[in-house]
């Protein structure tokens, strides 16, 4: 017999109330590789991955460790054996000190009760299991902790400060404390779930060194992700989900994006899309020197001019936290600006409250759709009518017809295509699939034939299908004269649907062109503050991502 | 004055430990995510009980130990209902209260008219007995009943408990993150338990200090709100253990005004100026009845400052007060 | 032998279990408040015999349990419209009272005939219970601030108000009773039947309303809409002050109307602690009946039966009142556990040995 691989999942499957999450998958880790585990949302890889961290039990199937059968009924048994997992969401307190969230759960004695300090009290006494057990329960020794802490980040590169608190940390450094909760733990395998989602591609180069560093130890890697490039950069060997089941697993240089793609979604993909030219219209979005603060008083927004024509698309790219969710909000009307003067199809609308927004024919199709977009736990009439309701037509004999909304509701989960309802009033849009809940959005949004269409990542996080059919929609609604305004951190997506770009950076637009003239690298440079005059090269804006990382990391 | 001074000194210490006792519990039990509106109806039975028990062992100790006890079996079913059954924790602590005052009105009436001696005051040991001569001070200072001396004993462990202790690390992380919590190994269910039980005891210490210490009779619904004003006083204290120390002894000294303030004229004299104005005005915020709404008004007050004022850091309430664990349901 | 217990969410609530867990509840914390009652020697029988049967079919008592449904329904509704905006006022205690005092107060110093002053004493005690409510609502809403704490210790605040005035500046001339005096006859409620008097209309009147307002019209969407989730809302155009100040100051308003109703129409005058805590009460009753505003209904003719029951066990068994307080938190305790199991399905296998049983199955 061969020698045994270091991880071995074999023939695991767990079912959920009506549906497989995880159809007999198996998956195998070498020591020392950064594995990937590739698939669309909703293909089962979380599960798969909560299965291995212990959270949740699997129906059938089997795991190995370096040989030996684990099971395990708890994250602490994960950890025991050795395997740690970041979270997409970071499981850190941010009132509680860098040192404080990483011994979490580990009951480190106060420094005269360690068995390898200096200590007036004598050895006998300190190895009693009843010392032992009450100084773990009613002290806390930092000291030590701290020290091995602050040698681990310093190792690999991490640049923290073992005493710092986390709310003062940014999102790159919470997921470094998150590596370190791990590291602490001697883990010989580390499962990171979409790390990147969150960081800015600066800080994803440098979680790719430290990971390769890891693997230089012999650590070994599970990287989840959707983003092939992702995949062609930093993974060995990938495993590809699709729909529960194994879709296969390849070496990554021996095959092309292409192969990825099709085993992920199982059909050919089309990245391309035709665009029609079209004859742009009067001015629908004008903002004149737009500063705004963030949620916690900074400012976000100094002076953005922006003119938005009927029939237009203009692409904001930008790495995520330079002020992109507040100009969104600032155009939607939901973020009032602290100076400037925001204009609707040529109304004034500066300080004027969401509705007139809304009335004015302004849609927006929020980032994070289950916080801002929908209400999880209402039908799937009352999501889709959201901004309809007040309509006329919907005029019943006591204020509101509600047999209307649901037959306007059902037109609209036809049209475009939403699945996984079963009844309009019944189902709710919580139980969707990201996908589908992102297209009835859209539904909801595009069908008022708006004026203006405020599109903050319409994408992200949507299966490749339901990516095509939004983008084909967007395209549509421009073709009827709506003026969109497309922020995106995919520049592919910018490229292909808009017809101007511009580059945001730290609250400024910085360069405009367009998607004939488009140069990826200059685009990728302004990105990151490198076009600047002088060469003023900040690695990132810092409080920009402090404030994602609030939204992150407190929920 | 000096010996209004003085007494009102006295009756604030023994007031105020009330307010520390059940307000630590509570701080404790909200510091592991388990809001326990419940206090009132905790402390009842703590009084009754422990009223109960030292009428018929003619101990006080073993009585505070029973009110403890029945503090802690109440605080048990809050525990059960908002911990195992994810009940929601307004409702289940409204419910303890109106169990706590509906029971101790039901049995307490066999115990209406007994009397006991209870706890009496004692000086400080050692050094009390020449202290206790320092004037207007002395008094309120050295000589008080044990129960007094329980709950100052009962701040600094409690705030060595929560900020130095693995014990205490693992409870905040509980009422910060219990997910959290719980993949880093930390029992949610038992810490959290652990807490509102722990806290329920506490209360159960207060009530038995009012009926043992400080009234030495039982009646129904003694209490009079006193459970309430220690929820507040958590908030008021922004959920900080020495703080509670601090407002305790402001609400202390407001309930012992309460008392004195029918012997107590404080006015302008006919020639000072706006006296006509200002003596009616005087006269309404020392009322009795006025003077209860202040701890009240004042947690509104600070709550409201410190929630416009400063971030959720700084304000320190639990993030996940309110909220229920449990595991694979996402 | 090992004993396993399995929880898991259940996907919907079976129909029987959905209909039937109220009145599972009710019979539950009957049958443990039995064992109380058993304690102090009361035959559980004749007790609960009384508390319902009797209660029900004799004139007097049907009569009784209507006249205090009155309070209890227009409180109930205080909770129930936020409730459903995702707000928890549990304050509606402090609402009621308040409004009892400010109607009270414009009865005995405003000389109107009755058709004007009475209708004028609702308008200004829905006015006050509105004003109180508001306070908690707009802290929330503008800089949120827990309406929770605000609501409740504003209660607090309202009962020591009401124990001020009618020790000070509003207390009756005769006897040295904490009461004001007696209403004027215009400034009472006329009786239709039985001491029963218009004041049911009224609440009947209000529920209907509510009714219309959550299933009817735009408003109620926006209010469903906020309280489920509302950040997506406001993005949609909603106001969160408009909704948020909006159900509290009607239902602030609802329970202040409730408690003038109980004054001009059973009591007559004002005095401390004139009512048993409705307005705490109302919580569990928006709780059984936060479907709708007619379970609200529903559920405030059971809480008004057990009052009054709970009285004529006091005045023909000799049994404490307190029991009916007992039995109130008991149906509550029971309530959140029938809660419990509509959502959660709790499966118990028992392992023996190495053979493993499939799982026990059933609705536990």
């Given at each position: 017999m061969a020698e045994p691989v270091f991880l071995e999942m074999a023939g695991i499957r767990k079912e959920f109330p009506g549906v497989v999450a995880n159809d007999r998958v198996d998956l195998r880790v070498e020591r020392g590789e950064i594995h990937g585990l590739l698939g669309e949302n909703g293909a089962g890889k979380s599960t798969l991955m909560k299965i291995l961290y212990g959270l949740y039990?699997?129906?059938?199937?089997?795991?190995?460790?370096?040989?030996?059968?684990?099971?395990?009924?708890?994250?602490?048994?994960?950890?025991?054996?050795?395997?740690?997992?970041?979270?997409?969401?970071f499981q850190l307190i941010p009132r509680l000190t860098v040192a404080e969230n990483v011994v979490l759960g580990e009951r480190e004695p106060a420094t005269p009760f360690r068995p390898d300090a200096e200590s007036p009290?004598?050895?006998?006494?300190?190895?009693?299991?009843?010392?032992?057990?009450?100084?773990?329960?009613?002290?806390?020794?930092?000291?030590?902790?701290?020290?091995?802490?602050?040698?681990?980040?310093?190792?690999?590169?991490?640049?923290?400060?073992?005493?710092?608190?986390?709310?003062?940390?940014?999102?790159?450094?919470?997921?470094r404390v998150e590596i370190l909760k791990a590291l602490y733990r001697d883990v010989d395998l580390l499962i990171l779930d979409e790390p990147t989602a969150v960081l800015t591609p600066t800080e994803a180069e440098r979680l790719f060194d430290s990971l390769d560093r890891l693997t230089d130890e012999g650590l070994s890697i599970i990287f989840i992700t959707h983003k092939l490039d992702e995949v062609e950069s930093i993974v060995d060997r990938v495993t590809i989900l699709?729909?529960?089941?194994?879709?296969?697993?390849?070496?990554?240089?021996?095959?092309?994006?292409?192969?990825?793609?099709?085993?992920?979604?199982?059909r050919e993909v089309l990245f391309q899309i035709e665009k029609e030219g079209v004859d742009l219209g009067e001015p629908v979005l004008q903002l004149q020197n737009v500063h705004a603060?963030?949620?916690?008083?900074?400012?976000?927004?100094?002076?953005?001019?922006?003119t938005v024509r009927a029939g237009e698309v203009v692409g904001i790219a930008g790495?995520?936290?330079?002020?992109?969710?507040?100009?969104?909000?600032?155009?939607?009307?939901?973020?009032?600006?602290?100076?400037?003067?925001?204009?609707?199809?040529?109304?004034?609308?500066?300080?004027?409250?969401?509705?007139q927004?809304?009335?004015?024919?302004?849609?927006?199709?929020?980032?994070?759709?289950?916080?801002?977009?929908?209400?999880?736990?209402?039908?799937?009439?009352?999501?889709?009518?959201?901004?309809?309701?007040?309509?006329?037509?919907?005029?019943?004999?006591?204020?509101l017809d509600y047999d209307e909304l649901e037959a306007y509701a059902e037109t609209l989960v036809e049209e475009f295509d939403v699945r996984g309802v079963e009844d309009v009033t019944e189902t709710k849009a919580g139980d969707l699939s990201g996908g589908n809940l992102q297209k009835l959005i859209l539904a909801r949004e595009l069908d008022r034939n708006p004026a203006l269409l405020v599109a903050n990542q319409p994408t992200r996080g949507v299966d490749v299908g339901a990516i095509e059919f939004i983008r084909e929609a967007l395209l549509d609604q421009r073709m009827n004269g709506t003026g969109i305004v497309l922020f995106s951190e995919d520049l592919d997506e910018i490229t292909d649907l808009s017809d101007r770009i511009l580059v945001i950076y730290e609250g400024e637009f910085v360069y405009e062109t367009t998607p004939e003239e488009a140069d990826r690298d200059r685009i990728g440079l302004e990105m990151t503050g490198g076009g600047r005059a002088g060469g003023d090269q900040r690695p990132s804006d810092r409080h920009a991502d402090v404030t994602a990382a609030a939204s992150e990391g407190e929920r | 004055m000096a010996g209004f001074l003085a007494g009102l000194l006295d009756a604030t210490v023994a007031a105020a430990t009330v307010f520390i006792l059940a307000g630590l519990g509570e701080l404790i039990s909200e510091r592991a995510g388990v809001l326990n509106l419940g206090v009132e109806g905790m402390m009842l039975g703590g009084a009754l009980g422990g009223f109960a028990v030292t009428v018929v062992t003619n101990s006080p100790w073993i009585g505070l130990a029973a009110g403890v006890l029945v503090g802690m079996a109440l605080a048990l079913i809050h525990a059960f209902l908002c911990i195992t059954l994810k009940a929601n924790q307004v409702i289940s602590g409204v419910m303890l209260t109106l169990l706590g005052t509906g029971l101790t009105t039901f049995y307490g009436s066999d115990w209406v008219g007994e009397r006991i001696d209870g706890f009496a005051e004692v000086p400080v040991p050692l050094v009390g007995q020449y202290l206790v001569e320092i004037p207007v001070l002395g008094e309120a200072l050295f000589r008080n009943t044990p129960t007094d001396y329980l709950a100052l004993a009962l701040v600094p462990l409690t705030w060595y408990l929560l900020n130095r202790t693995n014990l205490g690390l693992e409870l905040i992380s509980v009422g910060e993150d219990p997910e959290m919590a719980d993949t880093m190994g930390v029992s949610v269910f038992k810490l959290r338990y652990l807490a509102v039980v722990f806290g329920g005891g506490f209360a159960g210490a207060a009530g038995a200090h009012l009926s043992l210490a400080l009234v030495g009779n039982w009646s129904n619904g003694m209490t009079a709100g006193q459970g309430w004003i220690a929820v507040a006083l958590v908030i008021f204290a922004q959920w900080r253990a020495t703080r509670i120390l601090l407002g305790a002894y402001l609400f202390g000294m407001l309930s012992a005004l309460e008392l004195r303030s029918q012997g107590l004229s404080v006015s302008l004299g006919p020639d000072a100026p706006l006296a006509g104005v200002l003596?009616?005005?005087?006269?309404?915020?020392?009322?009795?009845?006025?003077?209860?709404?202040?701890?009240?008004?004042?947690?509104?007050?600070?709550?409201?400052?410190?929630?416009?004022?400063?971030?959720?850091?700084?304000?320190?309430?639990?993030?996940?007060?309110?909220?229920?664990?449990s595991r694979e349901t996402d | 032998m090992n004993v396993e217990v399995d929880l898991t969410a259940r996907e919907s609530t079976p129909r029987w279990l959905a209909y039937g867990a109220p009145v599972f509840t009710v019979l539950a914390a009957l049958a443990v408040s039995a064992l109380v009652l058993l304690v102090v020697d009361v035959s559980p029988v004749d007790a609960y015999s009384m508390m319902f049967y009797q209660t029900i079919t004799t004139q007097i008592g049907a009569a009784q349990t209507l006249i205090t449904t009155v309070p209890l329904v227009l409180a109930g509704l205080a909770v129930y419209l936020p409730l459903k905006a995702g707000l928890f006022n549990i304050g509606a205690e402090g609402q009621l009272v308040i409004g009892a005092l400010a109607g009270t107060w414009v009865g005995l110093n405003v000389s109107l005939p009755g058709y004007a002053l009475v209708p004028l004493m609702f308008v200004v005690a829905g006015l006050a219970g509105g004003f109180l409510a508001a306070i908690p609502a707009w802290l929330r809403a503008r800089y949120d601030v827990n309406e929770i704490i605000t609501s409740l210790l504003l209660s607090f605040v309202a009962l020591e108000i009401l124990s001020y005035v009618v020790r000070g500046p509003m207390r009756g001339s005769s006897g040295n009773f904490p009461q004001t005096a007696q209403l004027p006859a215009a400034a009472r409620i006329p009786e239709l039947f039985m001491r029963v008097h218009v004041g049911l209309f009224v609440a009947l009147l209000v529920v209907a309303a509510v009714s219309l307002l959550m299933r009817r019209s735009r408003l109620g969407f926006e209010i469903t809409f906020m309280g489920s989730n509302d950040a997506a809302a406001v993005q949609a155009g909603m106001s969160r002050i408009k909704v948020y100040l909006l159900v509290f100051v009607l239902g602030g308003a609802f329970a202040g109307m409730g408690g003038i109703s109980e004054i001009a129409g059973v009591q007559g005058r004002l005095r401390a602690g004139f009512e048993p805590g409705y307005g705490f009460t109302a919580i569990p009753i928006a709780l059984l009946g936060r479907n709708s505003a007619v379970q609200v209904l529903l559920a405030s003719l059971f809480f008004a039966l057990l009052f009054t029951g709970g009285t004529n066990m006091e005045i023909f068994l000799g049994i404490p009142a307190a029991l009916v307080e007992v039995i109130q938190a008991l149906i509550i305790l029971f309530l959140i556990t029938g809660e419990f199991f509509k959502r959660y399905r709790i499966d118990v296998s028992v392992e023996r040995g190495s053979v493993t049983p499939d799982t026990a199955g059933g609705d536990a």
């Amino acid at each position: 017999m061969a020698e045994p691989v270091f991880l071995e999942m074999a023939g695991i499957r767990k079912e959920f109330p009506g549906v497989v999450a995880n159809d007999r998958v198996d998956l195998r880790v070498e020591r020392g590789e950064i594995h990937g585990l590739l698939g669309e949302n909703g293909a089962g890889k979380s599960t798969l991955m909560k299965i291995l961290y212990g959270l949740y039990t699997p129906d059938e199937g089997e795991i190995y460790l370096d040989g030996d059968r684990l099971d395990l009924d708890s994250p602490q048994d994960a950890i025991d054996a050795g395997i740690g997992m970041v979270h997409q969401h970071f499981q850190l307190i941010p009132r509680l000190t860098v040192a404080e969230n990483v011994v979490l759960g580990e009951r480190e004695p106060a420094t005269p009760f360690r068995p390898d300090a200096e200590s007036p009290i004598p050895e006998a006494v300190r190895s009693n299991r009843v010392v032992q057990s009450v100084a773990e329960r009613f002290s806390l020794g930092l000291d030590a902790p701290t020290r091995r802490i602050q040698r681990l980040a310093d190792r690999y590169g991490f640049d923290l400060d073992a005493g710092a608190k986390i709310s003062e940390l940014d999102v790159g450094q919470r997921q470094r404390v998150e590596i370190l909760k791990a590291l602490y733990r001697d883990v010989d395998l580390l499962i990171l779930d979409e790390p990147t989602a969150v960081l800015t591609p600066t800080e994803a180069e440098r979680l790719f060194d430290s990971l390769d560093r890891l693997t230089d130890e012999g650590l070994s890697i599970i990287f989840i992700t959707h983003k092939l490039d992702e995949v062609e950069s930093i993974v060995d060997r990938v495993t590809i989900l699709r729909e529960g089941k194994n879709a296969g697993t390849a070496v990554v240089s021996e095959v092309t994006q292409a192969d990825l793609a099709e085993m992920m979604v199982g059909r050919e993909v089309l990245f391309q899309i035709e665009k029609e030219g079209v004859d742009l219209g009067e001015p629908v979005l004008q903002l004149q020197n737009v500063h705004a603060d963030d949620d916690r008083g900074i400012e976000a927004l100094s002076g953005v001019d922006l003119t938005v024509r009927a029939g237009e698309v203009v692409g904001i790219a930008g790495v995520s936290g330079n002020g992109q969710n507040e100009l969104a909000e600032v155009a939607a009307g939901i973020r009032q600006p602290t100076t400037g003067s925001v204009r609707v199809d040529g109304t004034d609308l500066t300080g004027a409250a969401p509705r007139q927004f809304v009335d004015s024919g302004v849609s927006f199709v929020p980032e994070d759709r289950l916080e801002y977009g929908c209400a999880a736990d209402l039908s799937v009439m009352h999501n889709a009518t959201l901004k309809e309701f007040r309509d006329q037509r919907f005029d019943g004999p006591l204020g509101l017809d509600y047999d209307e909304l649901e037959a306007y509701a059902e037109t609209l989960v036809e049209e475009f295509d939403v699945r996984g309802v079963e009844d309009v009033t019944e189902t709710k849009a919580g139980d969707l699939s990201g996908g589908n809940l992102q297209k009835l959005i859209l539904a909801r949004e595009l069908d008022r034939n708006p004026a203006l269409l405020v599109a903050n990542q319409p994408t992200r996080g949507v299966d490749v299908g339901a990516i095509e059919f939004i983008r084909e929609a967007l395209l549509d609604q421009r073709m009827n004269g709506t003026g969109i305004v497309l922020f995106s951190e995919d520049l592919d997506e910018i490229t292909d649907l808009s017809d101007r770009i511009l580059v945001i950076y730290e609250g400024e637009f910085v360069y405009e062109t367009t998607p004939e003239e488009a140069d990826r690298d200059r685009i990728g440079l302004e990105m990151t503050g490198g076009g600047r005059a002088g060469g003023d090269q900040r690695p990132s804006d810092r409080h920009a991502d402090v404030t994602a990382a609030a939204s992150e990391g407190e929920r | 004055m000096a010996g209004f001074l003085a007494g009102l000194l006295d009756a604030t210490v023994a007031a105020a430990t009330v307010f520390i006792l059940a307000g630590l519990g509570e701080l404790i039990s909200e510091r592991a995510g388990v809001l326990n509106l419940g206090v009132e109806g905790m402390m009842l039975g703590g009084a009754l009980g422990g009223f109960a028990v030292t009428v018929v062992t003619n101990s006080p100790w073993i009585g505070l130990a029973a009110g403890v006890l029945v503090g802690m079996a109440l605080a048990l079913i809050h525990a059960f209902l908002c911990i195992t059954l994810k009940a929601n924790q307004v409702i289940s602590g409204v419910m303890l209260t109106l169990l706590g005052t509906g029971l101790t009105t039901f049995y307490g009436s066999d115990w209406v008219g007994e009397r006991i001696d209870g706890f009496a005051e004692v000086p400080v040991p050692l050094v009390g007995q020449y202290l206790v001569e320092i004037p207007v001070l002395g008094e309120a200072l050295f000589r008080n009943t044990p129960t007094d001396y329980l709950a100052l004993a009962l701040v600094p462990l409690t705030w060595y408990l929560l900020n130095r202790t693995n014990l205490g690390l693992e409870l905040i992380s509980v009422g910060e993150d219990p997910e959290m919590a719980d993949t880093m190994g930390v029992s949610v269910f038992k810490l959290r338990y652990l807490a509102v039980v722990f806290g329920g005891g506490f209360a159960g210490a207060a009530g038995a200090h009012l009926s043992l210490a400080l009234v030495g009779n039982w009646s129904n619904g003694m209490t009079a709100g006193q459970g309430w004003i220690a929820v507040a006083l958590v908030i008021f204290a922004q959920w900080r253990a020495t703080r509670i120390l601090l407002g305790a002894y402001l609400f202390g000294m407001l309930s012992a005004l309460e008392l004195r303030s029918q012997g107590l004229s404080v006015s302008l004299g006919p020639d000072a100026p706006l006296a006509g104005v200002l003596n009616p005005i005087i006269e309404f915020l020392l009322n009795t009845q006025i003077m209860s709404t202040y701890p009240y008004l004042a947690t509104i007050l600070v709550l409201s400052y410190a929630v416009i004022r400063s971030n959720s850091d700084r304000l320190a309430v639990p993030s996940a007060l309110l909220e229920p664990y449990s595991r694979e349901t996402d | 032998m090992n004993v396993e217990v399995d929880l898991t969410a259940r996907e919907s609530t079976p129909r029987w279990l959905a209909y039937g867990a109220p009145v599972f509840t009710v019979l539950a914390a009957l049958a443990v408040s039995a064992l109380v009652l058993l304690v102090v020697d009361v035959s559980p029988v004749d007790a609960y015999s009384m508390m319902f049967y009797q209660t029900i079919t004799t004139q007097i008592g049907a009569a009784q349990t209507l006249i205090t449904t009155v309070p209890l329904v227009l409180a109930g509704l205080a909770v129930y419209l936020p409730l459903k905006a995702g707000l928890f006022n549990i304050g509606a205690e402090g609402q009621l009272v308040i409004g009892a005092l400010a109607g009270t107060w414009v009865g005995l110093n405003v000389s109107l005939p009755g058709y004007a002053l009475v209708p004028l004493m609702f308008v200004v005690a829905g006015l006050a219970g509105g004003f109180l409510a508001a306070i908690p609502a707009w802290l929330r809403a503008r800089y949120d601030v827990n309406e929770i704490i605000t609501s409740l210790l504003l209660s607090f605040v309202a009962l020591e108000i009401l124990s001020y005035v009618v020790r000070g500046p509003m207390r009756g001339s005769s006897g040295n009773f904490p009461q004001t005096a007696q209403l004027p006859a215009a400034a009472r409620i006329p009786e239709l039947f039985m001491r029963v008097h218009v004041g049911l209309f009224v609440a009947l009147l209000v529920v209907a309303a509510v009714s219309l307002l959550m299933r009817r019209s735009r408003l109620g969407f926006e209010i469903t809409f906020m309280g489920s989730n509302d950040a997506a809302a406001v993005q949609a155009g909603m106001s969160r002050i408009k909704v948020y100040l909006l159900v509290f100051v009607l239902g602030g308003a609802f329970a202040g109307m409730g408690g003038i109703s109980e004054i001009a129409g059973v009591q007559g005058r004002l005095r401390a602690g004139f009512e048993p805590g409705y307005g705490f009460t109302a919580i569990p009753i928006a709780l059984l009946g936060r479907n709708s505003a007619v379970q609200v209904l529903l559920a405030s003719l059971f809480f008004a039966l057990l009052f009054t029951g709970g009285t004529n066990m006091e005045i023909f068994l000799g049994i404490p009142a307190a029991l009916v307080e007992v039995i109130q938190a008991l149906i509550i305790l029971f309530l959140i556990t029938g809660e419990f199991f509509k959502r959660y399905r709790i499966d118990v296998s028992v392992e023996r040995g190495s053979v493993t049983p499939d799982t026990a199955g059933g609705d536990a």
